[in-house]
């Protein structure tokens, strides 16, 4: 302890073939006469570090690591090992290498006095502990990068751990309801593993260096100017590409799996447009907009679009389809396999105008018996041309865009209509009859009423028989 009280002084040999080298350190040795450092001679071998021994009396020799023509083992071996122990430092001015690494361009002052004082502490340590065959700055320095590697490292594992822990108990999934469900849910989980590890690794090493290694009051140096390092940035660049392609690998593997088709499925078309949902059930004359699906069926679902692109979606189902107008050449198709009895609900997953939220159909997962006794039930059309209209402009998605209590959506309302003049956007008039309404379903865009603009699906003409036609205008004209 009196040691410290009064800095010793400190002589230094430095040992390199490069003038400019021993020069360099030299006059950065000196500009810190106050460490107590002096810089005693500059040789450049081991023989002329051997003779001036006796003369100079150095306690530490710095070699130059990068110089081929020293052979630092022999350093190493003569002077560490020798029956008068000298300390020897390697410097080399490359990182990644067995020694202190020294860049006079990129080395700031505060680490000078870092270095420095590492020759300063292992020295007072080497009076106590027994000698080493390696120079023990290196030793020290070592030893701190691995302690705050080891925290570090113990934080990602304690953050990651009570991320998976945390988020496990919130539910962030829906209920699981199909089969199709099970391999993406797999996926999820570890996806979602991965992730936590990820985001834990990104954080805490921020956070930690942000708080351990933060600039000290009164410091105004920069800091190490820092090339690259080989190694980590090959496993930098490895690690995620093997993460990558193993998460395609799984990937691949899941959607194969929901795609999985079973022997004879049931098939149910479905038929999106602005702004409903339309499900046939073929081999029956069932069309309606709700879904019903048997439990534990396979169901494939054959979809297509009147107008735009819209998607289909049953969260808890898990799988998602766009689905696309032009026909049955874009026709899409996706598998469900319901596994839990319930009601569940379509949404549209695809931004597909004003009233885009609003798309929705109900979804009902039922038993075999009471999917079976529904189908009956549904092909039973009524007698009644009024009802029967009613019961198509449900179906069809007339009353998404039409109402039928006097109130305004995006078309005219229905209530009342019949018989009415009506102003049309060229500013001409027209009476609301038989001929007028079959027109406007037939060919919407022909005569829009003021007010109103062109969005109706113009492809009726294909969907609906003439008889459906005159059901809905005597439907409309029984709304008084
Ligand atoms: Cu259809 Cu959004």
């Known amino acids: 302890m009196e040691k410290s009280s009064q800095p010793k002084t400190r002589r230094v040999l430095i040992a390199s073939s490069h003038a400019l080298f021993g020069q360099g350190l030299r006059s950065l040795l000196e500009e810190r006469k106050e460490t107590g450092v002096v810089v005693v001679g500059m040789v450049a071998n081991l023989e002329e570090a051997i003779e001036s021994l006796h003369s100079l009396d150095p306690d530490l020799i710095i070699v130059d690591y990068d110089d081929e023509q020293l052979n630092r083992d022999e350093f190493l071996a003569r002077f560490v090992e020798g029956e008068k122990e000298q300390r020897v430092v390697l410097l080399s001015l490359q990182s990644g290498k067995e020694a202190l690494v020294y860049d006079r361009r990129s080395l700031a002052a505060s680490e000078i006095d870092e270095w420095l004082q590492d020759i300063t502490i292992s020295e007072e340590s080497q009076d106590e502990t027994p000698k080493m065959n390696q120079p023990k700055t290196i030793d020290g320095n070592r030893r701190r990068n691995m302690k705050h590697l080891v925290i570090a490292g113990i934080l990602v594992v304690i953050v990651t751990v009570g991320l998976i822990i945390g988020l496990e108990n919130i539910n962030l999934l829906p209920v699981q ?39 000290k009051p009164g410091d105004t140096e920069d800091a190490a100017h820092i090339e690259g390092n080989m190694k980590l940035e090959v496993l930098w660049t490895i690690a995620p590409l093997i993460t990558v392609l193993f998460l395609a690998y799984l990937g691949g593997q899941s959607l194969a799996e929901t795609m999985r088709s079973d022997p004879k499925p049931l098939e149910i078309k479905v038929i999106g447009q602005q702004w409903s949902w339309r499900f046939e059930y073929p081999g029956t004359n069932v069309v309606t907009n709700i879904m019903m699906m048997p439990v534990n069926k396979q169901a494939v679902l054959t979809m297509t679009s009147n107008d735009v692109i819209h998607s289909f979606w049953v969260p808890e189902f898990r799988v998602k389809q766009d689905i696309l107008p032009g026909g049955e050449e874009f026709e899409r198709q996706i598998r469900i396999t319901p596994t839990k009895m319930g009601e569940y609900k379509v949404r549209c997953a695809e931004l597909c105008g004003q ?62 209509v019949f018989g009415n003049q009506e102003t049309l956007s060229d500013g001409s008039t027209v009476t609301v009859d038989e001929e007028y ?33 005159t059901d809905i205008i005597l439907y409309i004209e029984s709304l008084k």
């Open 177 to 215: 309801a199909s089969a199709q469900a099970v391999p993406i849910d797999n996926l999820f989980g570890i996806e979602f593993k991965i992730i936590a590890f990820l985001f834990s690794l990104i954080i805490v090493f921020m956070i930690y260096s942000i708080v351990v290694f933060r600039r």
């Open 437 to 469: 309404i079959r027109d406007s379903i037939l060919n919407p865009g022909a005569n829009i009423v003021q007010g109103f603009s062109n969005v109706m699906p113009a492809n009726f003409s294909q969907q609906l028989t003439d008889q459906q036609i």
């Open 355 to 416: 009233q885009h939220a609003e798309m929705r159909a109900i979804v009902k997962v039922v038993s075999q018996e009471e999917f079976e006794s529904w189908i009956i039930d549904e092909s039973g059309l009524s007698d009644d041309p009024v009802e029967r209209g009613m019961q198509w402009t449900e179906q069809y998605g007339c009353l998404s865009c039409h109402s039928t209590d006097g109130s305004k959506l995006v078309g005219p309302t229905w209530k009342g």
